[in-house]
């Protein structure tokens, strides 16, 4: 069974609207660590967040947000205002005795 | 400014040729990884090392070697490359303090066709 689950495999926008980024994990520990990496078109992927699980506070950084509920396993992220420059590969992982990465999604910002 | 290097960008090769994917960090990390990253699957896990001349199998390490013969550097080999092995390549690394909670540090990636 998938591990982490990013259902969205593409989405598109047009600058300026907001993108929320869906991510549902599936573990048995209760220590674990959540993972948002962005790939953007020159390949290299860049560690955006990482959150352990006993902290659920939610996290703001600049235009990015990222609501951690354990009630639904869900680590979803928010680009606010989106920019052309977001546009990338953005990838949730989950690490508890391992790391596991999901399949992606794809956002294309339009300007 | 850290970097992990992937030597090649883009390689084209033929089935059952030898392929030497190299990899270089300059972090001093302890931890180095290989991933393929397909689309619909993500990245999954090939081979791992913990230490020079430590390796051990991820999730997918049929049909790949490594070797980390200096603690700079990661190779991944495909001894016979195969036509299914055509996909993105890349190459991570994290201290060893880090464990498994720690970030990865990626290089920009190896596309590798296989004809």
């Not at chain 1, 495999?9 to 609207?17: A, C, F, L």
């Not at chain 2, 913990?50 to 980390?68: A, H, L, N, T």
């Amino acid at each position: 069974a998938q591990k982490v689950t990013q259902a969205q495999t593409e989405i598109s926008v047009v600058e300026k609207e907001d993108v929320t980024l869906d991510c549902v994990y599936e573990t048995r520990d209760t220590t674990y660590y959540l993972f948002w990496y962005k790939q953007p078109p020159s390949g290299e992927l860049v560690f955006l967040i990482r959150r352990n699980s006993f902290d659920e506070q939610n996290e703001i950084s600049g235009r990015y947000s990222w609501n951690f509920q354990k009630s639904t396993s869900s680590f979803n992220f928010t680009i606010t205002a989106s920019q052309v420059v977001d546009s990338a590969v953005y990838f949730c992982a989950l690490s508890d005795y391992k790391l596991s990465f999901g399949a992606g999604t794809t956002v294309t910002v339009r300007a | 400014d850290v970097k992990v290097t992937q030597s090649s960008r883009y390689l084209v090769k033929r089935t059952g040729e030898k392929v030497f994917l190299e990899c270089v960090q300059d972090m001093d990390h302890e931890n180095m990884f290989w991933y393929r990253q397909d689309p619909g699957l993500g990245l999954r896990l090939i081979y791992f090392s913990y230490d020079v001349k430590m390796k051990e199998k991820g999730d997918i390490p049929e049909g790949y070697s490594v070797s980390r013969e200096k603690k700079e550097r990661f190779s991944l080999i495909l001894e016979s490359a195969s036509t299914n092995q055509t996909s993105m390549y890349l190459c991570a690394s994290s201290p060893r303090t880090s464990g498994n909670t720690g970030e990865l540090f990626f290089g920009e990636g190896s596309r590798l066709t296989v004809l």
